[in-house]
């Protein structure tokens, strides 16, 4: 379609009509400048821009994430790009200790973004595949933005930009070009917090965000050939959770299965997983089940890869198996 | 100033003689007011912390009681160089930093005693806290953390071309943390309006300089950033005033950052119920006795400046009135209600889930309360 973009392009327009909706809005981050960063989001923003508004930094994660949260509290809006997601261990100590107490220890605002490129199923090895939403979940103060769609990737992250909280902005590198859509006209904003269901169904509801959210619609449709009728849930946002929509489906289907990319101990579907137990275990006709990576590093081989990630045809072994139940 | 004539130290202590510094030219600049002001603010931190101290041994400071005798000076002489704009962040053994910033007696007290009205609301310990309309952010317990954020609160005054300055504080200690080199050479790089003030003390909790880094002195890791580092003896008020103005003159000039080393000595422990025994026989003894910052600028204002003796007295008394009307008044304060715990965590908060176990729970997330309601920037 002629005015189809890529995911990546959604993104990059968020920010372009951020910037140039409010002043206050700047981009920080290595190489995002001149080389437009190392995927291209931020490519022509320093020519239009100038350098003041898009600074290239020194490789100090710590450094640039704690200069966002200072240059935040003075009004300034901070959208700061580290990498790979990968490298956000590395602020780790400034976003939970320093950026998520803020507000309320010391009455801070932190509206700032930091967003980056994330995600597997691309052979980029254990330092540059992370899913390190977890890691984050259990941090009051942030918020976590995951999308699956060019659409809500643009709608989101401009949300997150115009958010007076600071939000993490987890954008999937498998997504980055393989995903496109049209924009909706006018100022497209998807709310922080509101989950969206890509796909109805009756019998089995798969929650899920991100690139598994396409793997949950494929294996959905292999579903459909069967007479088996699959609601995919994608959260969009993973802090706050949607418990609402997450109610809604469960209570429609009676049976859930969690899916994402990240490892399993430790995931996100083991929350999901209590929510859904605490508030509507009288709606389940079975367990909850999950479907997630290994518990190990993201190994680099494609053999190695593609066992440790889910694929569509665990979704579907696992959909069979709930309603086998 | 005349050179003191000082006795040789016990061998094996950390012991440095009062440096005979020439008045600079901004402490040169500083009136008969001003002056006397500098001997309150160092009064009034001295004095406030011997109430804490009081306070602490009736059990009625909740956490634990951090100490600055002997770093008045270095604490108050700096941030009197900063002007009304200009923000700083404070360490641990900087209250008086915070004082002469407008911090007050009664919040310092509140805090300590965790009470419901303290500048926290009793969520942060001691003189963990902060207002950016009097220009002072609260700092964190992870050492150095605060110079990213404060390089960032200097960049977001160079991008808007406000002439205003950043003032940093970190001890011997944080230099050796990564936030500390990172935030360090990300300002140095921006080359935003930062003044970075190293005080030497001495010790990190437990551990002497030579077990926290290899060097001389802490000025001359400024080098390796292509920074101006310099130093001045901290316990010397006005030349700590004069070296810090001198950087905050340069900052707001726009050339820069400057890397400060304060040189002073930790006289309590890291808190107060470190006993020291790390610390050699004789150190703390000689250090009360001979370098003394309070004992040293009196000294110098009844003899060089001819400050009638009654007058120090007279600020004496102001400080002890102030001091004890801040307790009687903070003692009166309320704690928090438990419920307030849940609120103020987002600006935007979502709705808190009712833990159903909880009974009460849910009065606070009813009320739905936002942050701007107070609070620093709140109408209390």
Not at chain 1, 15 to 37: H, T
Not at chain 1, 53 to 74: C, K, N, Q, W, Y
Not at chain 2, 307 to 313: D, E, G, Q
Not at chain 2, 318 to 341: F, L
Request: aromatic content about 8%; glycine content about 8%; overall charge negative.
């Amino acid at each position: 379609m002629a005015n189809e973009i890529t995911f990546l392009e959604a993104i990059r327009e968020g920010i372009d009509e951020e910037m140039a909706r409010s002043p206050e809005v700047f981009c920080m981050g290595e190489d995002i400048g001149a080389y437009g960063g190392a995927f291209k989001v931020t490519e022509g923003l320093l020519a239009k821009y100038g350098d003041a508004r898009v600074l290239d930094t020194p490789i100090s994660e710590a450094g640039f994430v704690g200069a966002a949260a200072g240059a935040a509290h003075m009004g300034m809006r901070p959208v700061v790009e580290l990498q790979f997601i990968d490298f956000i261990s590395c602020a780790y100590d400034m976003l939970t200790n320093y950026v998520a107490t803020a507000r309320y220890r010391a009455f801070l605002p932190c509206p700032m973004v930091v967003r980056g490129p994330s995600g597997g199923y691309v052979r980029g090895g254990p330092f540059h595949s992370q899913n390190p939403e977890a890691a984050f979940l259990h941090t009051p103060g942030l918020k976590i933005v995951y999308p699956s769609t060019a659409e809500d990737a643009k709608g989101l992250i401009k949300s997150a930009i115009r958010d007076d909280d600071c939000v993490l902005f987890f954008e999937h590198k498998y997504l980055y070009r393989r995903v496109k859509g049209v924009m909706p006209a006018g100022d497209h904003v998807v709310p922080i917090g509101k989950a969206r269901v890509a796909r109805e169904g009756t019998d089995a509801s798969i929650i899920t965000y991100a690139a598994t959210v396409h793997k949950a619609l494929e294996a959905a449709e292999q579903l459909a050939a069967e007479g088996i009728s699959v609601e995919v849930l994608d959260l969009r946002s993973l802090l706050p959770l949607d418990d609402e929509a997450i109610q809604a489906t469960v209570r429609k289907t009676h049976r859930v299965l969690l899916l994402h990319e990240d490892t399993r101990t430790g995931g996100i579907a083991g929350e999901l997983c209590a929510r859904i137990n605490e508030t509507s275990f009288a709606w389940l006709d079975a367990p909850v089940l999950r479907v997630a990576a290994a518990d190990v590093p993201l190994p680099y081989s494609p053999p190695l890869e593609d066992y440790v990630l889910p694929q569509v045809a665990d979704v579907v072994r696992a959909v069979r198996h709930l309603l086998a139940w | 100033m005349p050179k003191r004539t000082t006795p040789a130290a016990p061998p094996g202590i950390l012991a440095r003689e009062p440096r005979a510094t020439p008045l600079g030219p901004h402490a040169r600049a500083l009136g008969d007011a001003q002056r006397l002001e500098l001997y309150y603010w160092m009064r009034l931190t001295r004095t406030l912390e011997e109430r804490l101290v009081a306070l602490y041994k009736q059990t009625k400071v909740v956490g634990g009681l951090f100490r600055s005798l002997g770093q008045e000076a270095d604490a108050v002489g700096s941030a009197f160089a900063l002007e009304r704009r200009d923000i700083l962040s404070p360490l641990i053994r900087n209250m008086g930093s915070m004082l002469v910033k407008g911090a007050t007696p009664l919040e310092v007290i509140r805090q300590y005693m965790a009470k419901g009205d303290s500048p926290t609301r009793g969520r942060e310990l001691n003189i963990h806290f902060g207002d950016l309309d009097r220009g002072f952010v609260g700092q964190i317990s992870h050492l150095g953390d605060m110079v990213p954020v404060m390089a960032g609160v200097a960049l977001s005054f160079k991008m808007r071309r406000e002439p205003r300055v950043v003032l940093v504080y970190v001890g011997d200690g944080a230099t050796s943390t990564g936030a500390f080199h990172e935030g360090l050479n990300f300002a140095a790089v921006q080359k935003v309006p930062l003044v970075c003030i190293v005080e030497n003390n001495g010790y990190a909790y437990s551990t002497p300089n030579p077990r926290q880094f290899a060097g001389e002195w802490f000025k001359d890791k400024a080098a390796a950033y292509g920074i101006p580092g310099v130093q001045a003896d901290g316990n010397d008020v006005l030349a700590v005033y004069d070296v810090t103005r001198a950087a905050v003159e340069r900052a707001r000039a726009g050339e820069g950052v400057t890397l400060v080393e304060l040189v002073t000595y930790r006289r309590k422990g890291h808190a107060e119920h470190d006993n020291q025994s790390y610390v050699p026989p004789g150190e703390l003894e000689w250090w009360a006795a001979h370098n003394d910052p309070l004992d040293r600028y009196v000294a110098r204002l009844t003899s060089e400046f001819r400050v009638p003796a009654a007058r120090l007295a007279e600020v004496d008394a102001r400080v002890q009135r102030e001091v004890d009307a801040a307790t009687d008044e903070a003692e009166r304060s309320p704690m928090p209600e438990g419920t307030d715990a849940l609120v103020g965590v987002y600006a935007d908060p979502p709705v808190v889930p009712a833990e159903w176990y909880r009974e009460g729970v849910t009065k606070a997330v009813e009320r739905h309360e936002r942050p701007a309601s107070w609070g620093t920037s709140g109408g209390e």
